[in-house]
């Protein structure tokens, strides 16, 4: 089954090289869904791309969010005649590693999460506060919506084409984080099974983060969103 990694960029200029060396270890193809990042990400992507031709780059006008990078990566992935999808940050704090491990998981899934707070799963150096809002956050996530999933926010999934195309992965309406729980959302709705595996997620060494408050308010809105649904 082929499988293409999923990657979206913005500002990632010192990242790029080390998880494009790391996750083709695994027997995988790879693209990057770079949002015109100032930094000359899209340019470090292009020589990379021409370097190897397991990598691919799309390049987009402007930065619409991470739900839009992630609708215009799921395309075309499935357009490059993906069988499986992965996601992933670019950040490092998901280990590619453990492409692997998600990819053998959906053998018997049609979604593979990986999970922080499963058994086995872990953030290392996350202080206390971060923690308790993380999970507390979850928690009233999976009571609002009644998804079963203990990480419902994360970003590091497998998906089977077949999955993706099911729950119409292009009409979700969520253009930013909250897409990952959009995306839950559909595939718990429509019956198909998901599965969650222990992931250890570490915070990144390079580049900044783009989580903000307003991000984490968003999530909690589409919470309440999607229980009437």
């Given at each position: ?27 995988v ?9 100032p ?55 998901h280990?590619p590693?453990?492409?692997s ?63 993706l195309e ?5 009409s979700?309406?969520?253009?930013g984080?909250s ?16 599965v969650e ?33």
């Amino acid at each position: 089954m082929k499988t293409v990694v999923v990657i979206p960029t913005y500002d990632e200029k010192e990242n790029v090289g080390p998880m494009s060396e790391a996750v083709l270890k695994h027997d995988v193809e790879l693209l990057f869904v770079d949002d015109n990042s100032p930094d000359g990400t899209g340019a470090a992507l292009d020589a990379l791309a021409a370097a190897n031709p397991r990598i691919r780059v799309l390049h987009r006008e402007k930065k619409e969010g991470l739900g839009r990078a992630y609708v215009a990566g799921f395309r075309r992935a499935i357009e490059m005649g993906a069988d499986l999808v992965v996601q992933m940050d670019c950040d490092v704090s998901h280990d590619p590693k453990d492409v692997s491990r998600l990819v053998e998981a959906a053998a018997d899934a049609d979604l593979v999460i990986g999970s922080r707070y499963v058994p086995g799963g872990a953030t290392p150096g996350w202080p206390f506060k971060r923690r308790l809002i993380s999970r507390a956050g979850g928690l009233f996530i999976r009571t609002v919506t009644g998804m079963p999933f203990r990480d419902p926010t994360g970003g590091f999934k497998c998906w089977r084409r077949g999955t993706l195309e099911k729950i119409d992965f292009e009409s979700v309406a969520s253009a930013g984080y909250s897409f990952q729980l959009e995306m839950n959302h559909r595939t718990w709705r429509a019956g198909l099974r998901a599965v969650e595996i222990p992931i250890v997620f570490t915070d990144r060494v390079a580049g900044y983060s783009k989580i903000t408050a307003g991000i984490a308010k968003e999530s909690l809105r589409i919470a309440w969103r999607l229980r009437r649904w």
